[in-house]
RNA sequence: CGGGGUGUAGCGCAGUUGGCAGCGCACCGCGUUUGGGACGCGGGGGUCGGCGGUUCAAGUCCGCCCACCCCGACCA
């Protein structure tokens, strides 16, 4: 309800991730400006510093799409309807989700036309004219763009009616090649997650039920949250030939016999975005992984007069020429004061503020205070000289940092069960790993008892066989059940 | 779609028995402040969700509609 929301504009402080884990998440991406609600039910604005957040993840991410032979394009907004309808599984998945348009120009249109929820089915078709010859192939295209699925409960960057994120999409010549691909992007995305966002993420396989509508395996990088909670923050499937079948990519390999194409498609989203904030955020607001943050050093100048601001303001300019390179930004408002920038700049998760006063200037020093550790304990005082290294040594600290603690937290909410009543225990607060018979009658038990899912069978098994810790019957592989959002 | 709730300034809310539309924060101006969320004075801002009804008079009473939020089933 509207009376728990609070005064978001306000200094009230936030609630803590304690008292109310949700509000929390909303209030803070609110506050913070990473994004507003539009007057659609379930859209999102994303603000100018939620955005510059996503940029940098493009970029991380793009650049190693390049690195493994990707190239970009863009493909229609607007899919005939009937394209949908080509793949079984697919349309299953997600006609109920369809956002569709009737009317084009005052006119009803003659087919109907679904705004994308995912691109498989029009880039099917066109690969389908593009290839032709073993020649042609691999096809290794991505698209950075938007996909709009009519979601009934949304939230703020984990699910909202439109959202934004890049798709790969290719084709191969055998099944064996278009399995390494599927297995190579997830690689690319823990390695994305682990060393940019400093996630800490499970790589593994889906489970049936869990999978993608037409795949033939899928596979995600699974990410605990703050609370708990799994969040499946990238998904890489192999497509088998369903798609291929289904839009006729066909291609004649060396011998002249036609054959069908292997499709994999893989895709991480704004979703990300909430993955960050709920693992690394914490009471004062979020904490951003100093590679991705928006703003990586703030500088806070402090003066009580004009006298001490030509003494300070001098200083303040030289160390900002210093810090080139770097995203800094210094923070000269005159209606604030230093203290309500501080709190201002921690509740936009900072990783590094530094503070440039009279007595800095005397002592040829400035205050550092370190976002991921709160309070006195993560503030110093360092020498101007050399400025630049130290703070980029600093940075690296804590991008490391932020990554040990999320890993430890993980580690500690992660139990392995031997039995039914210890897994009821466990994934109340934590995620369960147990051996699985694979069945879907035993994952469906789980489910309706606890709530919990199949997040992933982990890639890192422990070997040898069990028991399915459900059922009882013979079981050669361990997968974590979890509340997942 | 089922269950529950809420609509009054940008946000959060109050509005009594039907009788001048208010408070806090935010915003604008001036001044004093500024090393952990400053203060004073002055100001601007309203289709009370919509339509209809009752009444001398409706934010308030009645009817219908709409929107949004929360809890479930679906999902990157």
Same mark, same amino acid.
């Given at each position: 309800?509207?009376?728990?929301?609070?005064?978001?504009?306000?200094?009230?402080?936030?609630?803590?991730?304690?008292?109310?884990?949700?509000?929390?998440?909303?209030?803070?991406?609110?506050?913070?400006?990473?994004?507003?609600?539009?007057?659609?039910?379930?859209?999102?604005?994303?603000?100018?510093?939620?955005?510059?957040?996503?940029?940098?993840?493009?970029?991380?991410?793009?650049?190693?799409?390049?690195?493994?032979?990707?190239?970009?394009a863009?493909f229609p907004l607007l899919i005939p309807m009937s394209f949908l309808e080509k793949e079984?599984?697919h349309?299953?998945?997600?006609?109920?989700?369809?956002?569709?348009?009737?009317?084009?120009?005052?006119?009803?249109?003659?087919e109907?036309l679904v705004?994308r929820?995912t691109s498989e089915t029009i880039i099917g078709y066109m690969y389908s004219k593009w290839i032709?010859?073993?020649?042609?192939?691999?096809v290794?295209i991505?698209q950075?763009?938007?996909?709009?699925?009519?979601?009934?409960?949304?939230?703020?960057?984990?699910?909202?009616?439109?959202?934004?994120?890049?798709?790969?999409h290719?084709a191969?010549?055998?099944?064996?090649?278009?399995?390494?691909?599927?297995?190579?992007?997830?690689? *690319?995305?823990?390695? #994305?997650?682990? &060393?940019?966002?400093? /996630?800490?993420? !499970? +790589?593994? %396989?889906?489970?049936?039920?869990? $999978?993608?509508?037409g795949?033939?395996?899928?596979?995600?990088?699974?990410?605990?949250?703050?609370?708990?909670?799994?969040?499946?923050?990238?998904?890489?499937?192999?497509l088998?030939?369903n798609f291929a079948k289904a839009f006729e990519i066909q291609?004649?390999?060396?011998?002249?016999?036609?054959?069908?194409c292997?499709t994999?498609s893989?895709?991480?989203?704004?979703?990300?975005?909430?993955?960050?904030?709920?693992?690394?955020?914490?009471?004062?607001?979020?904490?951003?992984?100093?590679?991705?943050?928006?703003?990586?050093?703030?500088?806070?100048?402090?003066?009580?007069?004009?006298?001490?601001?030509?003494?300070?303001?001098?200083?303040?300019?030289?160390?900002?020429?210093?810090?080139?390179?770097?995203?800094?930004?210094?923070?000269?408002?005159?209606? *604030?004061?230093?203290? #309500?920038?501080? &709190?201002?700049?921690? /509740?936009?998760? !900072? +990783?590094? %503020?530094?503070?440039?006063?009279? $007595?800095?200037?005397?002592?040829?020093?400035?205050?550092?205070?370190?976002?991921?550790?709160?309070?006195?304990?993560?503030?110093?005082?360092?020498?101007?000289?050399?400025?630049?290294?130290?703070?980029?040594?600093?940075?690296?600290?804590?991008?490391?940092?932020?990554?040990?603690?999320?890993?430890?937290?993980?580690?500690?909410?992660?139990?392995?069960?031997?039995?039914?009543?210890?897994?009821?225990?466990?994934?109340?607060?934590?995620?369960?790993?147990?051996?699985?018979?694979?069945?879907?009658?035993?994952?469906?038990?789980?489910?309706?008892?606890?709530?919990?899912?199949?997040?992933?069978?982990?890639?890192?098994?422990?070997?040898?066989?069990?028991?399915?810790?459900?059922?009882?019957?013979?079981?050669?592989?361990?997968?974590?059940?979890?509340?997942?959002?």
């Open positions: 309800n509207q009376s728990i929301m609070g005064s978001i504009m306000s200094t009230d402080k936030l609630p803590t991730r304690a008292e109310n884990f949700s509000e929390w998440y909303n209030q803070l991406i609110q506050r913070a400006e990473l994004a507003d609600y539009a007057p659609v039910r379930g859209c999102m604005v994303v603000r100018p510093y939620g955005w510059a957040l996503w940029e940098n993840i493009q970029s991380a991410l793009d650049s190693r799409f390049k690195k493994t032979g990707h190239v970009n863009a079984k599984s349309v299953e998945g997600f006609s109920p989700e369809l956002a569709v348009v009737t009317v084009g120009g005052g006119e009803k249109l003659e109907p705004v929820p032709k010859s073993y020649r042609d192939l691999p290794l991505n950075w763009g938007n996909v709009v699925r009519w979601e009934m409960r949304t939230r703020l960057f984990l699910r909202t009616l439109e959202f934004y994120w890049q798709e790969g290719t191969h010549a055998t099944q064996a090649e278009a399995e390494a691909e599927t297995r190579r992007m997830l690689d *690319v995305y823990t390695d #994305f997650a682990v &060393n940019e966002a400093a /996630l800490p993420v !499970v +790589p593994g %396989r889906k489970s049936e039920t869990e $999978k993608f509508a795949a033939v395996a899928s596979y995600s990088i699974e990410a605990m949250m703050g609370d708990t909670k799994a969040l499946q923050a990238g998904t890489s499937h192999f088998g030939q291609y004649l390999d060396e011998t002249n016999q036609l054959q069908h292997w994999t893989w895709g991480v989203s704004t979703r990300m975005i909430g993955a960050i904030i709920m693992t690394h955020g914490d009471d004062q607001g979020l904490v951003m992984p100093p590679r991705l943050a928006p703003i990586q050093v703030v500088i806070v100048p402090i003066f009580r007069s004009d006298e001490e601001k030509a003494l300070v303001m001098p200083v303040v300019e030289r160390i900002a020429g210093e810090l080139e390179g770097l995203r800094i930004k210094v923070d000269d408002r005159a209606e *604030v004061t230093p203290g #309500f920038k501080f &709190n201002d700049w921690e /509740l936009r998760g !900072v +990783p590094l %503020r530094m503070e440039i006063g009279p $007595k800095d200037v005397e002592k040829g020093s400035v205050a550092l205070a370190r976002r991921d550790i709160p309070g006195r304990d993560g503030k110093s005082f360092v020498p101007q000289e050399n400025i630049a290294a130290q703070v980029k040594d600093m940075l690296e600290t804590i991008q490391t940092n932020l990554l040990q603690k999320a890993r430890s937290f993980r580690d500690s909410h992660m139990v392995d069960v031997k039995d039914y009543a210890a897994l009821q225990e466990a994934v109340a607060n934590n995620w369960a790993y147990a051996w699985w018979c694979g069945s879907k009658e035993c994952e469906a038990k789980v489910k309706e008892d606890t709530k919990a899912t199949t997040r992933n069978i982990p890639l890192e098994q422990p070997g040898g066989n069990g028991k399915c810790v459900v059922c009882g019957a013979e079981a050669h592989e361990k997968v974590y059940f979890a509340r997942a959002y």
